[in-house]
């Protein structure tokens, strides 16, 4: 595929500036398009932004009990420092909003920070950033190997965007306002690893698992195939043809993402070994899947059952006027990647059309 000069450009950033600390783990540089920044001052939007997300989340007590775990797991992991009080209100610094994205029906929320919040001079911190190329792998073809091979297994990487660190020079670009309660005063933090949020973020993340896969490619060739190949963003969805390979492409992910500061969590498998295997290789690390819903596991969106080794599919309309958007909003929320239920899909689109072509009609007449 062809790369734009943009995209070369991002990928000699990265090449030339990536470090590792002692124990392994990635320092990547934010990908500027230029070496002036054009940032202007951005730290009273983003306390009236604090404070209008406070109100809210005053009156949400379950939701503001969750993002204050979430900030305090950021702050107790490292993944955020206290600004010292001497160096607030920095105008050369860019101060990110936050928000919380959550499911009513899960106990877990996200807090995302927003990059693409504009500074005086209209020009936002995404603007100056190179997204950098498509590094995803392709779903379809993740999904068929999946299929495809008698022994699978699945987990993801823990926090991975969180395992990356930003390089010192570059953190107060991600100044974040914060505080536990309205009755404290207001505080200011840096980020100190890649963020959600930042356009630059899944390049980094994604090619700093792949830069990985490639420094330990003849130590670990099994290991670093599966993430260039059967990764998808955090997911690791893979397998081989006898249990013997899958335990030591398992050991090998494992021992290739730790070199790195990576972890990996939520495994399933249709294979039971490989399950009772974790506890001894990742010495009590974190394997309890919460993704497990009606007696199935998410898979890239779809529903894997890992006993009878078999996806199915659930599906819940949502409750509308029945019209014709609200039919092709429901059409378009069913995810079949790789055409299982094309049949059920192609009955609904025909009802489309015939809906359609009724309107047609009745106009003419």
């Known amino acids: 595929m062809t790369q734009s000069p943009e995209d070369l450009k991002c990928e000699e950033i990265f090449v030339n500036n990536y470090q590792r600390t002692q124990s392994g783990r990635f320092i990547v540089k934010l990908p500027f398009r230029n070496e002036s920044h054009d940032l202007d001052q951005s730290y009273s939007q983003a306390l009236r932004r604090f404070l209008s997300l406070e109100k809210r989340l005053i009156k949400m007590s379950t939701v503001y009990a969750k993002y204050k775990v979430f900030m305090e797991d950021y702050l107790g992991k490292g993944h955020m420092s206290p600004i010292p009080s001497h160096d607030y209100h920095d105008p050369q610094s860019y101060y990110l909003p936050h928000h919380a994205v959550y499911r009513h029906d899960s106990s877990k929320i996200r807090v995302v920070f927003d990059a693409s919040a504009k500074t005086n001079n209209g020009h936002s911190l995404n603007d100056l950033l190179i997204t950098g190329s498509k590094l995803q792998s392709d779903l379809v073809s993740i999904l068929v190997n999946f299929r495809c091979l008698p022994v699978v297994f699945i987990c993801d990487i823990r926090q991975m965007y969180r395992q990356i660190l930003i390089h010192p020079q570059h953190r107060n670009y991600q100044r974040i306002i914060w505080r536990n309660s309205p009755h404290d005063n207001i505080s200011e933090y840096q980020l100190n690893t890649v963020t959600y949020g930042i356009s630059s973020s899944p390049y980094l993340a994604l090619r700093t698992i792949q830069e990985l896969a490639k420094i330990y490619a003849d130590q670990y060739p099994a290991a670093s195939h599966t993430l260039l190949h059967d990764t998808y963003a955090d997911d690791i969805v893979t397998g ?75 599906y819940v309309p949502r409750e509308t006027n029945c019209t014709k958007r609200s039919i092709l909003s429901n059409i378009a929320r069913i995810h079949d990647p790789i055409g299982f239920i094309t049949l059920c899909i192609l009955a609904a689109k025909r009802l489309m059309q015939k809906l359609w072509w009724q309107g047609f009609i009745q106009r003419k007449l």
């Not at 001894?280 to 497990?292: K, S, T, Y």
């Open 240 to 314: 081989s043809v006898s249990l013997q390979d899958a335990l030591n492409l398992q050991q090998q992910l494992i021992t290739l993402l730790s070199l790195g500061g990576f972890e990996l969590a939520k495994w399933a498998s249709n294979e039971s070994e490989l399950m009772r295997n974790i506890d001894d290789i990742q010495h009590g690390a974190p394997v309890l899947l919460d993704n497990r819903e009606d007696g199935f596991i998410k898979v890239l969106g779809l529903h894997w059952d890992p006993q009878d080794d078999t996806f199915g599919f659930s």
